[in-house]
């Protein structure tokens, strides 16, 4: 079944800090991982996408991402956090083919920056 | 170029009373995807619609049914509405002929009173 585990609900982290935010997964096939943003009362801006090659993508607002398919895992990171980056996250899995565009969504972890 | 957008933001409906919400995609965009955001949980795939026509579906009941129009805008309708029924309705939009990355809306928040 495919899922999608993000264990840390909530993190608080200083402004300046560095940030990891974890994602795991479960899919059959060869996925596709997204990493989205929501601010309160808002719809989800994406953040980055790995669909192939490089397992190191870059995103907006300084983000990166890591896809390791041997611990099917997906983590968020940023090197120094923002007062402005307080939102919460949302790791996703899709694939190609007959789903295409059908995404299973993780819980969400909640980003709560200390000044 | 405007975004995926949605309509209304926010209403406020009765226990068994029908909803209709709309969406438009973000020019280009051919298929639409609806989801259900409840409070604290992640989104929820409903179904998606490409050429007019429900292509996938999420597990939702009957009661959720939707539409496509010609131009590509879609509906949400909901029928018999539950209290459960509460939640942020999310449309996102897409293009098949690209990878599948999509393009959110802000979402129409129903609550079920």
């Known amino acids: 079944a495919q899922s999608v585990t993000q264990p840390d609900i909530h993190i608080t982290v200083s402004e300046g800090a560095s940030l990891e935010l974890r994602c795991n997964y479960s899919?059959?096939?060869?996925?596709?991982l997204f990493w989205y943003v929501q601010s309160p009362g808002q719809g989800l801006q994406l953040l980055l996408k790995?669909?192939?090659?490089?397992?190191l993508v870059q995103g907006i607002k300084g983000f990166e991402a890591e896809f390791k398919r041997s611990q099917s895992s997906f983590n968020l990171r940023k090197p120094s956090v923002h007062w402005s980056d307080a939102a919460e996250y949302f790791c996703a899995v899709g694939a190609r083919g007959s789903t295409l565009g059908r995404l299973y969504f993780g819980r969400g972890t909640q980003l709560t920056v200390w000044p | 170029d405007a975004g995926v957008t949605q309509s209304p933001t926010h209403l406020i409906k009765t226990r068994g009373q029908q909803v209709t919400l709309r969406c438009s995609p973000k020019s280009g965009h051919d298929t639409v995807s609806w989801y259900q955001q409840a409070l604290g949980q992640g989104p929820q795939f409903i179904f998606q619609y490409y050429e007019e026509e429900e292509r996938q579906r999420g597990n939702f009941p009957d009661r959720f049914s939707g539409h496509q129009f010609p131009n590509y805008s879609s509906e949400l309708n909901v029928n018999a509405l539950l209290l459960g029924d509460s939640a942020l309705y999310l449309c996102a939009s897409t293009g098949l002929a690209t990878t599948g990355e999509l393009f959110f809306g802000e979402g129409s928040r129903l609550t079920v009173l």
């Open positions: 899919y059959g096939a060869t996925p596709y």
């Open positions: 790995y669909f192939s090659g490089d397992t």
